[in-house]
């Protein structure tokens, strides 16, 4: 459904019934055997009405501009967006709940919602909600850190049950992101090529962020500033580093790795050790199908390193971390949007993106096409079909975000977002507030339902922040089928044997006296 992966949803709402007009297409009302009676129903109405909310204005828009060619679609795309409540769902209500906070600006409203996640996160547990049940979906990766380092801090600072907390995440599980392995690589780097003044950077880098791990103190800055302090001096490598660098020098590539593993006790830190493993594994995979050249395995890391991930066990207690495009086909108990605050459109939010289009009138349509600037002065200028059409595909794509979001909770949906004056009507938040303030429409059928009698409507303040809360089944009581017993584990579900104490396979075929042997 995502344009930007070369999708195009115009395939399903008009070509199919074009290719095939001979055939009676008529798919009829799907059932949703994903979610509860009251997340399919809200549902139904939400994107129902939005998509008429959203269509009335393009609609007003184009007539102000007088331009009658440009067909707004989008309340027929979302015409039989309505679902079934399936049986197994039937006698399940499920809970909605949305917040809608009035701030000064976007800043604001992140601290404030950083600051209650953790007292949802408690509800959530008293209810007996396990950790895995639980997904935070995010519109970026950069959203998704942030909700990752809250996480991570409440398990290390709490003392009640978030002490416990784990988390999983697309960056969390990346084995490239461990401090142990950037550590690893940059010293195989600086090896590989000494005389590159970035390798002597990033090892200078990552080997002081690693002796900081220990020191709260000491942040980044202030290690990259200690290396430039350095590099007046004789020796811009700490002379130990530096030692231990030439004496690993001429070993093979594993042993070499296993030698900075038991140098730095990287072992000793639980929280590293499956990602410490995962990258020896990838070692041992390359060395065994490869040339174990350090230029060759540093070129195929290059490579492999965006995708390379810690694999954990299936039914590991964890809270998920990831995007909304990541979400699409997985389903949870619980979906929580802390950051609902995207926009339908690119106007005012990104620098204007160029566009090809045909000139329609002369004497611009002498050339075939011409690069504009995509932004709302073609509005008023000669483009202005070209640039409705495409401005209601981006309010089609917020929509196919949105629907794939809200449709990932299977017992409760919560979502937070924010309005203000200075937010357009183009935010999703404003859309959310609309769409549930919004009395009945005259394109209601009977099973849409109407939001003002159908959830509870409270306004509220916390700490001088105004909020319009919609909620439906707050007394919910949640409902757990999976008798699987989840794994309470860290991320270090293996154990690392330290070198020493490992059986070793000669890598060359003589041993000390000279002679061949090829033992252990």
């Not at 009395?439 to 509870?456: C, E, G, S």
Request: proline share 5%; charged share 25%.
């Amino acid at each position: 459904i995502y344009r930007w992966r070369n999708s195009d949803w115009r395939l399903l709402h008009e070509e199919l019934d074009k290719r095939f007009a001979c055939h009676e297409i008529n798919p009829g009302r799907d059932t949703n055997w994903r979610s509860c009676a009251h997340v399919v129903a809200f549902n139904n109405t939400f994107f129902k009405r939005a998509a008429m909310l959203m269509h009335s204005s393009v609609e007003s828009q184009l007539k102000e501009h007088a331009i009658s060619d440009v067909n707004p679609i989008i309340k027929e795309v979302f015409e039989n967006v309505a679902q079934n409540v399936s049986s197994k769902h039937s006698e399940r209500s499920g809970r909605i709940a949305v917040n809608i906070l009035t701030v000064k600006n976007a800043g604001e409203y992140e601290e404030h919602i950083l600051q209650r996640l953790p007292e949802m996160i408690r509800s959530l547990m008293s209810k007996g909600y396990r950790q895995k049940d639980i997904a935070f979906l995010v519109r970026t990766r950069a959203e998704g850190r942030k909700i990752v380092e809250l996480l991570l801090a409440l398990s290390a600072e709490s003392e009640d049950a978030l002490s416990e907390l784990r988390v999983v995440s697309d960056e969390s599980l990346l084995i490239s992101n461990a401090p142990p392995v950037k550590l690893i690589v940059g010293i195989l780097r600086y090896l590989q090529n000494p005389s590159y003044p970035i390798n002597e950077l990033i090892l200078a880098y990552e080997y002081g962020l690693m002796n900081s791990l220990h020191d709260s103190d000491t942040t980044p800055s202030q290690v990259l500033a200690r290396y430039f302090q350095s590099r007046s001096l004789e020796h811009s490598i700490e002379p130990e580093l530096h030692d231990f660098i030439e004496e690993i020098a001429s070993k093979p590539l594993f042993e070499m790795c296993e030698c900075i593993i038991h140098k730095f006790r990287m072992h000793q830190n639980a929280a590293h050790v499956a990602y410490i493993e995962a990258f020896q594994d990838l070692v041992v995979e390359y060395c065994q199908t490869h040339s174990a050249d350090l230029y060759s395995f540093l070129r195929w890391w290059s490579e492999k390193e965006s995708s390379a991930a810690v694999k954990l066990p299936e039914n590991l207690d964890a809270i998920t971390v990831m995007t909304i495009h990541k979400s699409k086909g997985l389903e949870f108990p619980v979906v929580i949007l802390p950051f609902a605050t995207w926009s339908f459109s690119s106007q005012g939010i990104y620098p204007p993106s160029l566009k090809w289009y045909v000139p329609p009138t002369a004497p611009f349509n002498r050339l075939p096409v011409l690069p504009v600037n995509y932004d709302a002065k073609l509005a008023s200028s000669i483009f202005a079909p070209q640039f409705y059409k495409e401005l209601i595909s981006e309010y089609i794509d917020c929509l196919n975000m949105t629907y794939v979001a809200f449709t990932r909770a299977e017992q409760e949906l919560i979502v937070y977002s924010y309005v203000n004056e200075k937010v357009s009507n183009n935010s999703i938040g404003s859309l959310i507030k609309n769409v549930l303030c919004a009395p009945p429409m005259p394109d209601d059928d009977a099973d849409t339902i109407d939001f003002a009698t159908y959830m509870r409507t409270v306004e509220a303040s916390d700490e001088h922040v105004p909020e319009t809360i919609f909620e439906i089944g707050a007394d919910y009581k949640p409902v757990f089928e999976d008798s699987q017993q989840a794994v309470m584990l860290d991320i270090n579900y293996n154990v690392v044997i330290p070198s020493e104490q490992r059986l070793k396979q000669r890598l060359t075929a003589h041993n000390k006296s000279g002679n061949r042997d090829y033992s252990i």
